[in-house]
């Protein structure tokens, strides 16, 4: 299988049998990443969603605790009722950070203002 070099999209492959699985998680990643914008980048405790919540980003802190341990930094993706998707940033990646009204830039390694 293969992925695309920038955002690392699954790629259908040759002579698949359901290739809309793929296009399906495929067309999720782009709306996540695309004008990205997120609640909030400090958070370490994953907040309790409902399938409601679905499409809604956090960057995950520092120190992260639950589901989302092992992933700080990482664009947290909610996909449905306490389920989420983790979206590991590239350099250069930026994201409007709603509750603060600032927008930050991934470079280094971490996320700064840019």
């Known amino acids: 299988m293969s992925n695309t070099p920038n955002l690392d999209l699954e790629l259908v492959p040759a002579n698949s049998f359901q290739p809309w699985e793929s296009i399906n ?35 995950v802190g520092s120190t992260p605790t639950g589901a989302w341990a092992g992933y700080a930094g990482y664009v947290a993706l909610c996909t449905g009722a306490d389920l989420w998707r983790f979206i590991e940033p590239k350099e250069g990646f930026e994201a409007w950070v709603i509750d603060e009204g600032v927008k930050y830039r991934y470079e280094s390694s971490a996320w700064t203002v840019a």
């Not at 409902?50 to 809604?56: Q, T, W």
């Open 25 to 59: 998680d495929t067309l999720q990643l782009i709306d996540a990443l695309l004008h990205l914008a997120v609640l909030d980048k400090d958070e370490n405790d994953p907040p309790t969603t409902v399938s409601g919540d679905a499409g809604k980003r956090w960057i």
